[in-house]
């Protein structure tokens, strides 16, 4: 049972060898009167916030990782056996999972049975798993959208901020997303239907580059980045919009956080800025599924993904997170069904 573990607790950016591959013990049964699963791994998740897992002081809903332990995350997997009543050998589930060929599962309440299967199995860790929930969840509880309004969606080539981008368009809003490679560039307009987009990097002024995209202001921030963005972003809000807060990527590791200056926007013109997690939205996970489901088989909806082959890639698809490797969805492709 190949496995990767997290070495030690980290500071700054993740690296691969903060990682490692291993070999652990063979799993062949759920032990009896465990009430355990055990899964065969096929797709696993690279996300953002595991990176905060691999920090000493991790207080949030979710403990961090422990040195020596294998990583924790979100992954599509098949029951080869059960000593719970609820799972039978054979179906699929998606929900955490351990980064190894085969885990043993004790928290089933978490799991996901997945009963939709004529779309790419691999996007129930994306468009249909935890990042499409966070873009479902995060535009239309959190940003208010109305039709016509002015959008801007940062990191918006990744797993989250592509569909951000596309439901806005749905929405009738006119939508600009910033990314960190021309690549990106040329497929949030030509693939992913964005009025308009624009490279970051090659900015010399972020303030201007967002006058240029929106000569009349931005209604609405969907922010995956924080840092500098943000600070632009505040300048150029218009009254009442709303600032969606779903992550700051940039600010990940960063030992000196840059100072946001421009808060006072929020008063001068009546900003709403709220924070979310898409888990304080899980009611509405239903709902999200027929709605997306629908959009895609429609063709309303396209979903980019940057797969990865074999176990021992998740490291380095991992720490491409943060540097911007991915284009789409980062997935690790471990095993066939
Ligand atoms: P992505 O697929 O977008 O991957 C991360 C991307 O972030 C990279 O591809 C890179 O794209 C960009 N990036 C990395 N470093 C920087 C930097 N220093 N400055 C600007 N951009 C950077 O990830 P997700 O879509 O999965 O996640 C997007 C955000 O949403 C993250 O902040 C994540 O933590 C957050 N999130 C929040 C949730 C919630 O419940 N609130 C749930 C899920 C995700 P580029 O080439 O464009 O730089």
Excluded at 35 to 59: F, Q, T
Excluded at 71 to 85: A, L, Q, T
Excluded at 89 to 108: D, M, P, R
Excluded at 278 to 299: A, E, M, N, T, W
Aim: glycine share 12%.
């Amino acid at each position: 049972n190949k496995q990767v573990v997290m070495k030690g607790f980290i500071a700054g950016a993740p690296k691969e060898t903060d990682m490692e591959l291993r070999e652990g013990k063979a799993r062949l049964r759920a032990p009896k009167g465990s009430g355990a699963i055990l899964v065969k791994n096929l797709y696993l998740s690279c996300d953002p916030y595991m990176r905060g897992r691999m920090r000493e002081n991790y207080d949030s809903y979710i403990p961090p990782f422990q040195p020596g332990s294998v990583i924790e995350g979100f992954g599509v997997s098949k029951v080869v056996d059960s000593d719970n009543p609820g799972f039978s050998a054979g179906e699929l589930v998606s929900g955490l999972t351990g980064w190894e060929e085969y885990s043993l599962i004790s928290k089933t309440e978490q799991l996901r049975k997945i009963q939709i299967k004529d779309i790419p199995l691999s996007y129930h860790v994306g468009l249909l798993g935890m990042p499409g929930f966070t873009a479902y969840a995060g535009f239309y509880e959190i940003c208010s959208p109305k039709f016509g309004e002015y959008v801007f969606v940062s990191a918006a080539s990744g797993a989250v901020g592509q569909l951000v981008g596309q439901l806005a368009k749905l929405y009738g809003c006119y939508v600009v997303g910033s990314a960190g490679t021309r690549q990106k560039v040329d497929l949030l307009k030509n693939k992913l239907g964005f009025d308009e987009a624009f490279n970051y990097k090659e900015e010399s002024d972020l303030n201007i580059a967002l006058k240029r995209c929106f000569p009349k202001g931005i209604d609405i921030y969907f922010d995956n980045v924080g840092g500098p963005m943000l600070d632009a972003a505040l300048l150029n809000m218009r009254p009442h919009g709303r600032i969606a807060v779903c992550g700051m990527v940039s600010q990940h590791g960063v030992s000196d956080p840059q100072g946001i200056r421009n808060l006072h926007c929020l008063v001068s013109k009546s900003i709403r800025m709220q924070g979310f997690l898409q888990h304080d939205y899980l009611h509405l996970f239903p709902q999200f599924l027929d709605h997306i489901v629908s959009y895609y088989k429609q063709g309303k909806i396209v979903y980019m993904e940057d797969m990865s082959e074999g176990l021992e890639s998740a490291p380095n698809s991992f720490v491409g997170l943060f540097t911007g490797k991915n284009v789409g969805k980062q997935v690790v492709w471990v095993s066939k069904e």
